[in-house]
Nanobody, 123 residues
């Protein structure tokens, strides 16, 4: 099993920045892909960014490309999501997730999930 704990959410004004962290523990050697998702009220959970745990190769959804950056620190078993130029439409609960294989967009393809952290962007 892998346990994931997110932190770093909060309230920020439009145009501001936040950095989310996701600390992993347990059988972290089984992780291959780490992803950041978000889910706004009444909307489906969407994949924003993912990273290959081995080589650090990132990928991004078009909605956040150029504004969000995913990174990882293997020594700390932690994945980060730096979010800049935040917009009110970025308001959602943000989740990190992990899977032992390559990137998939479908949330059901991820084996492990954190509890989520709320991000609220005021206008």
């Amino acid at each position: 099993q892998v346990q994931l704990v997110e932190s770093g959410g909060g309230l920020v004004q439009a145009g501001g920045s936040l950095r989310l962290s996701c600390a992993a523990s347990g059988r972290t050697f089984t992780m291959y892909t780490m992803g950041w998702f978000r889910q706004a009220p009444g909307k489906e959970r969407e994949l924003l960014a993912s990273i290959n745990w081995i080589d650090g190769r990132p990928s991004y959804a078009d909605s956040v490309k150029g504004r969000f950056t995913i990174s990882r620190d293997n020594a700390k078993n932690t994945v980060y999501l730096q979010m800049n130029s935040l917009r009110p439409e970025d308001t959602a609960v943000y989740y990190c997730a992990a899977r032992p294989r390559g990137i998939v967009l479908d949330p059901s393809g991820y084996n492990y999930w954190g509890q989520g952290t709320q991000v609220t962007v005021s206008s």
